[in-house]
């Protein structure tokens, strides 16, 4: 069988990139390769330049050779065919830019004009500010005051998060990407929201009879969603210990997930619609309130020193620009509830950590069980069925159901069985960033987050962190290795659920039925 991975085929109108932070991490690891496989996918057409910016001085010689290397490290397509390079290449210039100076700005605008001619471009603008958020406010400002945003064609701004720090903060923030974009014009990008299997979510609930019927409080026991890292901070100690897991994972791509996994059936397929719904669930997410509460729903941990392999690793308190006495968690769990009829009494289990043992994305969906009086559950301990997401970094999903043991008496045997998609495909293809730049330059804003999704958001994360910030002492300590403090275990415990394994690790008595070669 074979598959179409391109992603959808309808071209972008031309128009001029913008890369603030062209000499980044973000842009090496992610951008260029994904401008890179648009285009040999002829998903760029010719009408485009990019424009890459940054303080530092560069020529185009330069950047196109950065480019170059950026693409041969970290892209799906090598760069090997030298006349597709030539002609890809020739679209790209580098322009030195302190961003605190509208002078630049102005001759980026002369730039721009030429372009276009050059190009053939409409003088449709595409801002990607792949910089610190305290830095979105005075761009924008520069850019309407360069006269940037005058052209004739349309102007799109894309933003990677953290989008603010709490509520206010973001508030702020968005008022002044107000006072010169329109929201329709702002694309804030979650990257968990261009993964395959994250859009899948819908497919696998909206076009399957098996799952929808029985996807509410009637049938669903609980649902969980571990997002784990085996890596620490590595060299972003100074961000992360004022943001923590909470608000690095739990603010956006957790809740995103869960939005995905709760939401009602949208009336279209239309990005608002779609995220009219999303919105709904985190307006029916339970805020927790008091302390007690959130003692009782949250549990907060930071790595100390542990052991992988034979490898030590350092806690995250002696870890480079972190405070030797921080209390930053690196791990949080919560049970949360998202109070409508559908859901009223499911709990939504969540967690994520870093420096855990595998690195995993999934979400496992644990049906009720059959009532345990009749039939085969007189005589066994029937498991309950799941179904299991796999977004990260394995993709697919496997459903776990009771059979027959093949030649037993009514011997009753567990199986699970698995359409691993990464394996049939290659891991997501096409890569997130690839879709999301190409939705964001279709106009197409299903996959980025709206306003009002990360206010509603940044409430709920707000509340737990208030609490936390009040008692300071509800820290606990997990060695880096480990699957985090044990009190995230009787979080389920109360109601008579476990953490499911991840990543494939099922208990031993279950036969696997899978296209993964396992
Ligand atoms: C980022 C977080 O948003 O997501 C990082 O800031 C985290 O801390 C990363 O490591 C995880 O993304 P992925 O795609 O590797 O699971």
């Not at 010689?61 to 090598?78: A, G, H, M, V």
């Not at 580098?94 to 276009?116: A, K, P, Q």
């Not at 499911?346 to 969906?365: A, C, D, L, Q, S």
């Not at 776990?400 to 049939?424: H, L, R, Y």
Request: proline share 5%.
């Amino acid at each position: 069988m074979t598959y179409n991975t391109t992603v959808d085929s309808i071209s972008p109108e031309g128009a001029v990139y913008y890369l603030f932070g062209a000499t980044g991490d973000l842009a090496r690891r992610k951008l260029f390769p994904a401008l890179f496989s648009l285009y040999k996918e002829g998903k760029l057409s010719e009408n485009f330049a990019v424009v890459g910016l940054a303080r530092r001085p560069r020529t185009n010689e330069q950047f196109r050779s950065d480019l170059y290397d950026s693409i041969n490290e970290f892209c799906r397509y090598k760069a090997d065919d030298a006349e597709l390079w030539n002609r890809f290449s020739e679209h790209f210039v580098y322009m030195s830019l302190d961003i605190n100076n509208v002078d630049g700005f102005r001759e980026l605008n002369v730039l721009s004009t030429e372009l276009d001619h050059k190009f053939g471009i409409p003088g449709n603008r595409l801002f990607y500010l792949a910089l610190a958020p305290s830095l979105f406010g005075p761009v924008s400002f520069n850019l309407r005051d360069g006269g940037l945003l005058e052209s004739t064609g349309w102007n799109r701004l894309v933003i990677e998060k953290p989008f603010g720090y709490d509520l206010p903060s973001a508030q702020k923030l968005n008022e002044q990407l107000n006072q010169v974009f329109k929201e329709e014009e702002i694309f804030r990008i979650d990257h968990y929201l261009g993964k395959e299997m994250v859009q899948n979510i819908q497919v696998i609930r909206f076009a399957n009879a098996f799952f929808e019927p029985l996807w509410n409080n009637n049938h669903i026991a609980n649902v969980q969603i571990t997002l784990s890292e085996t890596v620490g901070v590595e060299e972003r100690g100074g961000y992360y210990d004022k943001s923590g897991a909470l608000r690095d994972m739990g603010q956006n791509h957790m809740l995103q997930m869960l939005t995905m996994i709760a939401m009602e059936p949208p009336s279209r397929l239309h990005g608002e619609d779609i995220r009219d719904e999303k919105v709904k669930v985190l307006r029916s997410l339970r805020g927790y309130t008091s302390g007690d509460d959130v003692r009782k729903h949250v549990v907060r941990g930071q790595y100390s020193e542990g052991q992988v392999g034979s490898k030590e690793l350092p806690g995250y308190r002696q870890e480079d620009s972190v405070d030797p006495e921080s209390s930053t968690e690196t791990y949080f769990a919560a049970k949360v509830f998202v109070d409508n009829f559908r859901w009223a009494g499911v709990p939504f289990y969540i967690r994520t950590g870093k420096r855990m043992p595998v690195k995993t994305t999934e979400v496992v969906v644990e049906f009720k069980s059959m009532p345990q009086n009749v039939l085969f559950a007189q005589k066994h301990d029937l498991a309950p069925n799941l179904l299991v997401i796999r977004v990260n970094p394995m993709e697919g999903i496997y459903i776990k159901i009771n059979a027959k043991k093949p030649g037993s008496d009514n011997a009753v045997q567990p199986v699970s069985m698995e359409f691993c998609q990464s394996c049939q495909i290659g891991i997501n293809t096409p890569e997130a960033y690839e879709r999301l730049i190409h939705d964001a330059a279709r106009g197409d804003s299903t996959y980025f987050t709206r306003w009002d999704e990360v206010s509603h958001a940044w409430e709920f994360v707000d509340r737990i962190a208030q609490a936390w910030r009040e008692e300071k002492s509800d820290l606990a300590f997990y060695p880096a290795g480990s699957w985090g403090p044990e009190a995230a275990g009787r979080l389920l415990d109360e109601e008579g659920f476990h953490w499911w394994p991840v990543n494939g690790q099922e208990e031993d008595n279950v036969i696997w039925i899978t296209n993964s070669g396992k």
